[in-house]
């Protein structure tokens, strides 16, 4: 089954607004990680946030952790075409594998 | 610098015919390797992770196979394939420093 669950499964807006993805898991982690995957591709890391960690930046990527709500916000600003794609998280719970959410596909119209 | 390749890219199977995905990684030693299943607007489903060599374990009991005869190759396997074994099939490889996953550019299979 499947730890994390992004919400909204879909999401579609305009260039240069920003875009907000959820994610909320079920068990205690040790870190949780976001990962983009273009259309056919494999994933690609985009930032990890440690569970001692509220929040982090990345570029345009900010991302929150709530361990007390089991929850992560990730927020892309001035959105471009380019971000076109689907974003996963990943909760680590501390064994060995990721356990990957069902993902938000983001559409960013020009 | 570390890299990850999977072949083949895209395969056309009949059920019942054997299978066999390969994933080899260069530039790092003994890494924890993983084969992820994603079915088609889905998320991420773990099949099977490696520690080392000969070392497998399953998550999901299933038509599938997985070995791992050298330190940086990963082989996913099935005998029969069944219709419910089409997807998208990714194999991974961890950084032991930053814990983060690098995936390779995944197989499509559709078995028909």
């Known amino acids: 089954s499947q730890q994390g669950e992004e919400d909204p499964q879909a999401l579609s807006i305009q260039e240069g607004e920003n875009a907000t993805m959820n994610c909320s898991y079920k068990t205690s982690i040790n870190n949780l990680q976001w990962y983009r995957q273009n259309s056919g591709r494999g994933l690609v890391h985009l930032i990890l946030i440690r569970s001692n960690e509220r929040e982090k930046h990345s570029g345009r990527l900010r991302v929150t952790l709530d361990t007390s709500k089991k929850s992560s916000s990730l927020l892309i600003t001035a959105s471009r075409a380019a971000d076109t794609a689907s974003y996963f998280c990943?909760?680590?719970?501390?064994?060995?594998?990721?356990?990957f959410g069902s993902g938000t596909r983001l559409q960013v119209q020009p | 610098s570390q890299t990850i390749h999977q072949w083949p890219a895209t395969l056309v199977q009949p059920v019942g015919s054997p299978l066999s995905l390969e994933c080899t990684v260069e530039g790092t030693s003994n890494p924890n390797l993983y084969w992820y299943r994603q079915a088609a607007g889905r998320g991420l489903q773990l099949l099977f992770y490696?520690?080392?060599?000969?070392?497998i374990s399953s998550e999901v009991p299933q038509n599938l196979s997985a070995s791992r005869p050298q330190d940086r190759q990963f082989i996913l396997s099935s005998k029969k394939l069944l219709l419910s074994d089409s997807g998208f099939y990714l194999c991974?490889?961890?950084?032991?420093?930053?814990?983060?996953?690098?995936f390779g550019e995944g197989s499509r299979l559709t078995v028909l």
């Open positions: 991974a490889w961890r950084s032991f420093f930053t814990g983060e996953l690098f």
């Open positions: 490696s520690v080392g060599i000969g070392q």
């Open positions: 990943a909760t680590d719970p501390g064994r060995r594998a990721l356990t």
